[in-house]
C-alpha cells in the first residue's frame, strides 16, 4: 500500500493540463482548457481543464475527477497503478507499506501482460545489439536499409532469433508464467501442447501505447520465401487493440500539437524514416486500414492531417475510398503522393533528409482536390465516367461537417471539373438531404446533472453557440429537491471558508452557517446527504472541509458530484462591460444573498411538500378533534412559508 505521504505528494505535484495535456490536445478559452473528449465521440469540444481547480469535466458525456482519476479512466488503470504512473511521470520516489511484487506478475493479470510485454522488447533488444546473429543479421538489416543507429534505440527495435522457443524458454527462466505469454500471443502451443515463439528470425518492431508502455509487436522476416508472411503481428489481447492503436504516437505526440499537424503514413519503416528526416509528428496505421478510433486519437492532438502516399497508382486510388471518414471526422485532410515506386521510407532514403523535408513541404495539396485530380486523369475524355466522378467529389465534399469549409470546395471543384457551382451545389443538397432521411432517429444524449445555476441559453458562453448543450431536467427532478440540495452542495464546496457577516448572528464561516441552518432539514438525495454528513462532521470537529477534499475525494460519486457543481462550461463574457458598457453583479460579490438564498429555497421546498402532505390529511380526516389538530399544523407552516416566499419575493395569493 502506497503511503499516505507519498499519495498527498504525487497529487500536489500532479498538473492537471500536463497530465490530460498528454493525451488531449487543449486549448485555452476563457479560464479554462478545452479539448475533444477522449471517453466519447464528439466534434466539438466539451471537455474542459481547470488548471486553478486540478481538474477535468466534460459537459458532453459528465466524466469528471482529477489528475489520478483522469489515468484511472484513460489508462484503465486501478488506483495504486494509477498513482505509480504519475510518480513516475513526476520522478516521485513511491513509500509503500509493504513491498511491491509486481516484478513477479502478482498484482493483477493486465499488469501481468505489461510486463510480459516489456521484457519481450527488452529480450528482442538485447538480441540486436549483443548476439551475434543479431548483430549480423538483424541489426545489418536495420543498417542496411539507411536507418541511424539513433532512430534504431530511440523507437526499441529488435531482433527474434531463428529459435524455436528461445524467447519463452527465457521468459520462464526469469519467472513468468505461460499463461500471459500465450494471452500476449508472443508464445503459441502446437497440438502436442509444445509451446514455442511466435516471432522467430525477425526484427521486431514493439508497439507502445500513449504512455509508452509496450502493448504488441510487429515483426518482419528477412527470409525471401514467398510462403512465410513479410509481417506477423501480435493478436489482439486485454492490452492490445489494433484498431484504437497508431504506431509511434507515443513518439509523436508532443511534436503533433506543436506543429499542429499529423503526417500519417502506411508502414513501420516508413515512421522512422521521417523520423530520421527530423520530422517527428509522424504515425502510421501500421499496415491495416484507417478505423474512425485511430481518426479519432489523431484528433486529440490536431485537426490536420496530411497523407503520406507510396506512388503506386493502385494504391492510391484503394487509399481514396477510405479518407472520407477523415472528412467525416472534422479534420483537415492534405495529401503528399510520392513518384511512382516510391514511398516515405525509400523517398527519404533516395533524396536524404533536407530534401525529403522540402518535397513534402511543397507537395501537398488538398485532399478533395487532390482526389478530383486523380479521377479525372482516370477518366480521360470519357462522359460517363466524368459524370460518376463529379458525384464521387461531391459525396466526399458532403462528409465535411464544416459548411463554410464544404463551399469553399465546391466553388474550388466547379473550377477544376469544369461544371457550374450551383449544379455542384444541388448534388450537395440532395445529397445531405438523402443522408438526413436515412438517419434514423436521434442517438439519446447521455449527459450528467447539470450546473444548478447555468443559465438556459448560450448569452453568457465564452465560446458562444458552441458551448456543450444544457441537460434537459426531468419530471422527476422537478418533483424532487435534487436541484435545491445540489445548490446548497455547491455553495458549501464554493464559499464555505468565506467569512460573512449574518443579522443576529455576526461574523461567520458560510460552512458553519449553512450547517447551523440545516439541522431541521432532512436531504432526499442520498449522495447529496453523504456530502452534508461529513460537512457536519468536521465542523462538529471545529475543522471546515476544503473543496479539494471533495474534487479529489477517493469516492468516485462524491467527486464527480463536487466537481459538476462546481464547474460549468459557460463564463460572463468581459465584452458585457468592456463593449455594451453593462455591468453584471457576479454572485461572489453578493455571497450572503446567495448563501441564504440557497437556503430559503430549499425550505421553501420542503414547506412546500409539508403543506401538500397536511392537505391531503386533513382531506382524509374524517374526525373532527383530529382536522382542528391539522389546521393548527397548516398554519404554522403557512406563516413560515409566507416568511419564505417574503424573503424571495414571491407572490402568494391569499
Not at 125 to 153: H, P, T, V
Not at 553 to 582: C, F, M, R, V
Amino acid at each position: 500500500m502506497i503511503t499516505a505521504e507519498t499519495i498527498e505528494k504525487i497529487k500536489e505535484t500532479a498538473r492537471i493540463e500536463e497530465v490530460v495535456g498528454d493525451f488531449v490536445h487543449l486549448k485555452k478559452r476563457g479560464s479554462s482548457l478545452i479539448g475533444n473528449c477522449p471517453f466519447h465521440g464528439e466534434k466539438t469540444p466539451s471537455f474542459h481543464v481547470s488548471v486553478n481547480k486540478g481538474i477535468y469535466k466534460c459537459f458532453g458525456c459528465g466524466v469528471a475527477g482529477d489528475s489520478v482519476r483522469f489515468v484511472m479512466e484513460h489508462e484503465k488503470y486501478s488506483y495504486p497503478e494509477a498513482l505509480k504512473f504519475l510518480a513516475n511521470k513526476y520522478n516521485i520516489e513511491v513509500e509503500e507499506t509493504v513491498e511491491s511484487k509486481e516484478n513477479i506478475e502478482l498484482n493483477s493479470a493486465r499488469e501481468s501482460l505489461y510486463i510480459v510485454s516489456q521484457f519481450a522488447a527488452n529480450f528482442f533488444e538485447d538480441q540486436l545489439w549483443n548476439s551475434a546473429d543479431g548483430r549480423a543479421i538483424g541489426l545489418s538489416y536495420f543498417k542496411e536499409r539507411g536507418f541511424r543507429e539513433d532512430i534504431i534505440k530511440k523507437f526499441d527495435l529488435g531482433y527474434s532469433p531463428d529459435v524455436w522457443d528461445a524467447l519463452t524458454l527465457d521468459a520462464e527462466k526469469n519467472g513468468h508464467a505461460v499463461e500471459y505469454l500465450e494471452k500476449t500471443g508472443l508464445s503459441i502451443r502446437n497440438d502436442k501442447g509444445k509451446l514455442y515463439d511466435r516471432f522467430r528470425g525477425r526484427v521486431m518492431f514493439p508497439i507502445h501505447n500513449f504512455t509508452g508502455r509496450v502493448i504488441g509487436f510487429g515483426g518482419r522476416t528477412l527470409k525471401t520465401d514467398k510462403n512465410v508472411p513479410k509481417y506477423v503481428n501480435s493478436p489482439e489481447s486485454d492490452i492490445y487493440h489494433k484498431s484504437n492503436v497508431l504506431y509511434g504516437l507515443f513518439h509523436a505526440k508532443k511534436a503533433i500539437r506543436d506543429q499542429d499537424n499529423c503526417y500519417l503514413v502506411e508502414g513501420y519503416a516508413d515512421v522512422l524514416a521521417v523520423h530520421q528526416a527530423y520530422i517527428e509528428n509522424v504515425v502510421a496505421s501500421s499496415g491495416t486500414s484507417l478505423t474512425i478510433e485511430q481518426i479519432k486519437l489523431i484528433a486529440r492532438f490536431t485537426q490536420n492531417v496530411t497523407i503520406l502516399y507510396d506512388g503506386d497508382a493502385a494504391g492510391i486510388k484503394a487509399s481514396l475510398r477510405g479518407l472520407d471518414m477523415i472528412l467525416e471526422e472534422g479534420l483537415n485532410v492534405k495529401v503528399v503522393s510520392f513518384p511512382d515506386g516510391d514511398d516515405p521510407d525509400s523517398y527519404m532514403h533516395k533524396v536524404g533528409a533536407g530534401a525529403f523535408k522540402t518535397y513534402i513541404e511543397e507537395q501537398r495539396q488538398d485532399f478533395i482536390l487532390y482526389k478530383a485530380n486523380i479521377l479525372l486523369a482516370e477518366a480521360g475524355k470519357d462522359p460517363i465516367k466524368k459524370a460518376g466522378i463529379i458525384r464521387d467529389i461531391v459525396e466526399s465534399i458532403a462528409k465535411i461537417p464544416d459548411n463554410i469549409k464544404a463551399s469553399v470546395f465546391i466553388k474550388e471543384c466547379s473550377h477544376l471539373l469544369e461544371i457550374e457551382e450551383r449544379v455542384l451545389l444541388t448534388e450537395l443538397n440532395a445529397i445531405k438531404v438523402a443522408k438526413q432521411k436515412k438517419a434514423s432517429a436521434p442517438a439519446p444524449r447521455t449527459s450528467s446533472p447539470g450546473h444548478p445555476d447555468m443559465p438556459p441559453d448560450d448569452l453568457f458562453a465564452e465560446g458562444g453557440p458552441t458551448a456543450a448543450p444544457q441537460e434537459e431536467v426531468s419530471v422527476e427532478q422537478i418533483t424532487t429537491d435534487i436541484l435545491q440540495e445540489q445548490e446548497i452542495v455547491r455553495l458549501l464546496l464554493t464559499f464555505g471558508h468565506e467569512l460573512v457577516t449574518f443579522e443576529h448572528v455576526g461574523e461567520m464561516h458560510v460552512g458553519s452557517f449553512i450547517i447551523q441552518n440545516l439541522s431541521d432539514v432532512t436531504f432526499e438525495n442520498t449522495l447529496c446527504e453523504r456530502v452534508i454528513a461529513y460537512y457536519r462532521g468536521e465542523v462538529e470537529n471545529g475543522q471546515l472541509p476544503t473543496i479539494n477534499q471533495f474534487l479529489r475525494s477517493e469516492d468516485g460519486e462524491i467527486a464527480t458530484l463536487a466537481i459538476t457543481l462546481s464547474t460549468s462550461p459557460y463564463s460572463l463574457s468581459e465584452n458585457w462591460l468592456n463593449k455594451h458598457q453593462i455591468y453584471v453583479k457576479d454572485e461572489n460579490q453578493n455571497i450572503k444573498g446567495a448563501v441564504l438564498g440557497g437556503l430559503y429555497h430549499l425550505k421553501k421546498r420542503k414547506v412546500d411538500r409539508m403543506l401538500t402532505d397536511l392537505m391531503n390529511q386533513m382531506k382524509d380526516e374524517k374526525d373532527a378533534t383530529n382536522q382542528d389538530i391539522l389546521m393548527g399544523r397548516y398554519v404554522q407552516v403557512k406563516n413560515v412559508e409566507r416568511t419564505i416566499s417574503k424573503f424571495l419575493g414571491s407572490v402568494i395569493v391569499k
